[in-house]
């Protein structure tokens, strides 16, 4: 019954930005642990960023400085501002939760960067 689902992806020139939206639904345990994930084709998934319910962060060497993820615990929604974006940052971002009883991913939006 657990949900989480996506949004904001899409295409964007290098440099530009964007800010993705992952709302959480469905669970009776405290979403405790969110991010995001993302993934390139023929390449495996690799964290990207992710919040606790406090509010702390943890990012990727490679996105440190240019992207933002935070949330709103009132509403189970963690959100991803990303700025001066690359091209390598093309992929597939995944939302993830975790609560004490288990792990949660959702659909998957695709975030394509031209050079």
């Known amino acids: 019954q657990v949900q989480l689902v996506e949004s904001g992806g899409g295409w964007v020139q290098a440099g530009g930005s964007l800010r993705l939206s992952c709302t959480a639904s469905?669970?009776?345990?405290?979403?405790?642990?969110m991010g995001w994930y993302r993934q390139a084709p023929g390449k495996q998934r690799d964290l990207v960023a992710m919040v606790n319910s406090g509010g702390s962060t943890n990012y990727a060497d490679s996105v440190k400085g240019r992207f933002t993820c935070s949330r709103d615990n009132a509403k189970n929604t963690v959100y991803l501002q990303m700025n001066s974006l690359e091209p390598e940052d093309t992929g597939v971002y995944y939302c993830?939760?975790?609560?004490?009883?288990?792990?949660?991913w959702g659909q998957g939006t695709q975030v394509t960067v031209s050079s």
């Open positions: 993830h939760a975790r609560t004490i009883v288990g792990n949660y």
């Open positions: 469905g669970s009776i345990f405290s979403f405790n642990v």
